[in-house]
């Protein structure tokens, strides 16, 4: 039902920021709640930041919290993730996941499970 596509990754030096995007496809973004989750080569999808459908709630990783922000632009059908303070940890494959119904809850945002729809991802590297 909706197609995703993600951009802005790229190499950046530690301290640094990159802001990605999640531009959704054949239907619209309002309909759908978005999970940002990443993964590191030999580690597992993980959670990252997660914004609801309708009241702008979200959820953050421990490991970015306070230094990445997830926002969503409805009408552009557009989805974002500022990311500051670029730590090498943060080196992964960003994806950006959707959900339609059920909603997600505030317990399993972090499931990459709960998710139905995916982007190809984008690649964040970290380095000096």
């Known amino acids: 039902q909706v197609q995703l596509v993600e951009s802005g990754g790229g190499l950046v030096q530690p301290g640094g920021s990159l802001r990605l995007s999640c531009v959704a496809s054949?239907?619209?973004?309002?309909?759908?709640?978005i999970g940002w989750f990443r993964q590191a080569p030999g580690k597992e999808r993980e959670g990252v930041c997660f914004?609801?459908?309708?009241?702008?709630?979200?959820y953050d990783a421990d490991s970015v919290k306070g230094r990445f922000t997830a926002s969503r632009d409805n009408a552009k059908n557009t989805v974002y993730l500022q990311m500051n303070s670029l730590e090498p940890e943060d080196t992964a494959v960003y994806y950006c996941?959707?959900?339609?119904?059920?909603?997600?809850?505030?317990?399993?945002?972090?499931?990459?499970?709960?998710?139905?729809?995916w982007g190809q991802g984008t690649q964040v590297t970290v380095s000096s």
């Open positions: 914004i609801n459908r309708h009241y702008g709630v979200t």
């Open positions: 996941a959707a959900n339609s119904w059920p909603a997600v809850s505030g317990t399993t945002w972090y499931d990459p499970a709960e998710y139905d729809y």
């Open positions: 054949g239907s619209a973004l309002a309909d759908y709640d």
